[in-house]
């Protein structure tokens, strides 16, 4: 049996691509920012701030959530969004040694 597309690259590589991939999208990253700004968990109020439909907003949490950059409580009807510190922390020292890896010293194109 062959290899899967994810089997041939490193873990490191699928970690970094799978939290890209959750956070490439606009309302994503609109979402996060909120959240960041609020610097408390978001509860439901992303509706009216982002002009978007909640079935969007809903989709766009779930994406958030199953990357692990988010997580959610439920309290009583409302279901509350934070950021998840650790893989937020994962994340920040994963892209710095990503973007750190590049010493810009070829001569090239």
């Not at 956070?23 to 959240?35: E, F, K, N, V």
């Not at 960041?36 to 779930?62: P, R």
């Not at 692990?68 to 009807?77: D, F, H, K, N, R």
């Amino acid at each position: 049996m062959g290899l899967t597309r994810t089997e041939i690259f490193t873990e490191e590589q699928n970690l970094l691509a799978s939290l890209f991939k959750a956070m490439a999208h606009p309302a994503r990253i609109a979402i996060l920012q909120r959240i960041i700004l609020s610097n408390t968990c978001i509860c439901g109020d992303l509706v009216g701030e982002l002009g978007l439909a909640q079935a969007t907003i809903s989709q766009h949490l779930k994406e958030l959530k199953s990357a692990g950059l988010i997580q959610g409580t439920i309290e009583g009807v409302s279901v509350c969004y934070c950021i998840n510190p650790k893989v937020w922390k994962l994340l920040e020292n994963r892209l710095g040694e990503f973007l750190g890896s590049y010493k810009g010293t070829t001569e090239c194109c």
